[in-house]
């Protein structure tokens, strides 16, 4: 079974330039999650997808971060324009929908993301 | 709002020897999931262990277990017979198991084991 697939990888931009990030999750998979993860901190909620639905961007910074996830498969997480504190890894994860899942997400290698 | 506290920011174990990796967590529901997940360096975050509040009984998995007090509300992970392979930043979690309520996680701030060979 394929994992949860993010490209690119590694991700080198100026500040107040724009970058994308994508992820396609585990098939069959209802629920998707981007995350962000500074440096030396635990992972951190930026938005949660059911389907093509969002249940959770509370903690999405809206005036320059934006995620969309399109037929609800693949997910795009956008950034513009970008600030220094926006270095960081931005992790995809993706679970079953309750009550078939075991709570569990898996997550994708991640994108990390410098701005200079 | 749940929090997930991890107090260790770094520990090291000598190969074969046992480690215990501490967590507390604070929260007002009485279900809800712990999980503790591996991150080795570059890699992606695998899931270690995985514990449901409802259940006395501790997790274990092979060299993994657990150390679940409910009431204390604190999750510990003990890793037995550590090996090389064990060294990465490990970190606690929290899902809530309301049905409708948000599924996400929510993460401590990890803890980097290293195993001395």
């Known amino acids: 079974e394929a994992g949860v697939a993010q490209s690119p990888r590694y991700k080198i931009i100026e500040k107040r330039q724009s970058v994308a990030f994508w992820c396609n999750p585990i098939?069959?998979?209802?629920?998707l999650y981007w995350y962000q993860q500074i440096l030396g901190q635990g992972p951190k909620l930026l938005i949660q997808f059911q389907n093509n639905g969002v249940v959770d961007d509370s903690q999405l910074p809206k005036d320059r971060f934006s995620a969309e996830r399109l037929k609800g498969v693949d997910s795009t997480l956008k950034i513009q324009p970008a600030k220094l504190e926006d270095s960081a890894v931005y992790l995809c994860a993706s679970s079953l929908r309750a009550p078939s899942n075991t709570g569990e997400l898996f997550f994708g290698e991640g994108s990390r993301l410098t701005v200079l | 709002a749940q929090t997930v506290t991890q107090s260790q920011p770094e520990m090291s174990v000598q190969e074969a020897e046992t480690v215990t990796l501490s967590c507390t967590y604070d929260?007002?529901?009485?279900?809800?999931?712990l999980f503790w997940y591996k991150q080795p360096p570059s890699r992606q975050m695998i899931l270690v262990i995985r514990?449901?509040?409802?259940?006395?009984q501790n997790a274990t998995e092979n060299r993994f277990s657990v150390n679940f007090q409910k009431a204390a509300k604190s999750f510990s992970l003990k890793i037995s017979d550590s090996q090389l392979g064990d060294a990465a930043m490990y970190f606690c979690a929290y899902r809530s198991a309301f049905r409708g309520g948000s599924e996400k996680l929510v993460f401590g701030k990890g803890t980097k084991l290293t195993v001395n060979p």
């Open positions: 514990q449901e509040a409802y259940k006395q």
């Open positions: 098939s069959g998979h209802a629920t």
């Open positions: 929260t007002s529901e009485s279900d809800y999931y």
